[in-house]
């Protein structure tokens, strides 16, 4: 079954202690990308990553990191967590955006993040 | 002017109703135009792609107008089960932006 695999699925942890967030893809794709989505604000990209070894920030990149070492995990890294990281996290997969006949974004289903 | 902008709702349509939103972007190089679902904290699907002629399925219709710079979603004879928020994407890969925008969403309650 095609997925996008994302955890943990809920995390509570405290200020500054790094913590990680994973994700998976079994399709094959190129484009990986993490969002957060905050009431009131929508879905805004922290990063995204074309292919292996190469990464791009999105709109909200403070105080996170990401790597793509292999193609089908692109890990999220908040190395010392805020509450205002507080918020709903979302990896999402797809070819490579311009194919216009495979756009469809996979979404995880998500992590929901409590920083105290 | 932000890049995508849609009317948040809520839009409150009882059963049977026909509903329409817009959704306007800024980049007009833009390539493509999605629209997406979203349920209550769950993660967005994808609903129908747009394309340049205007597509159908089923009780949606989606339309794009490249002049004005907005596409559309029509539902009709909405169904309790379309309650949910629907999320106008724009894909902007060529133009050296951010690959793929999202708008904040609309939310639609259908109500019996």
């Known amino acids: 079954e095609a997925q996008v695999t994302q955890n943990p699925r809920y995390l509570i942890t405290v200020t500054g202690k790094k913590l990680t967030v994973t994700c998976s893809q079994n399709?094959?794709?190129?484009?990986m990308s993490w969002y957060r989505q905050d009431p009131g604000l929508g879905l805004r990209q922290i990063y995204y990553?074309?292919?292996?070894?190469?990464?791009d920030k999105g709109d909200v990149p403070e105080g996170y990191k990401v790597s793509r070492k292999e193609k089908r995990n692109f890990p999220l890294i908040l190395e010392s967590p805020s509450p205002n990281q507080t918020s709903l996290y979302f990896c999402?997969?797809?070819?490579?955006?311009?194919?216009?006949?495979?756009?469809?974004?996979?979404f995880g289903p998500g992590t929901r993040l409590t920083v105290l | 002017r932000k890049e995508v902008e849609q009317d948040p709702g809520p839009f409150n349509v009882p059963e049977g109703a026909t509903v329409a939103f817009n959704c306007t972007y800024s980049?007009?190089?833009?390539?493509?135009f999605f629209w997406y679902r979203q349920d209550c904290r769950k993660e967005p699907k994808l609903l129908m792609s747009?394309?340049?002629s205007g597509n159908e399925d089923g009780r949606f219709t989606a339309q794009l107008n490249r002049a004005s710079q907005y596409i559309s979603l029509l539902i009709r004879d909405s169904k309790l089960s379309d309650s949910a928020t629907y999320l106008c994407?724009?894909?902007?890969?060529?133009?050296?932006?951010?690959?793929?925008?999202f708008g904040k969403g609309t939310r639609l309650s259908v109500i019996a």
């Open positions: 999402a997969s797809s070819d490579l955006p311009g194919l216009a006949t495979t756009d469809t974004q996979y």
């Open positions: 399709m094959n794709h190129e484009y």
């Open positions: 990553s074309m292919n292996v070894e190469v990464t």
């Open positions: 980049n007009s190089a833009s390539q493509s």
């Open positions: 747009v394309y340049s």
């Open positions: 994407v724009v894909n902007n890969v060529y133009s050296g932006n951010t690959p793929l925008v």
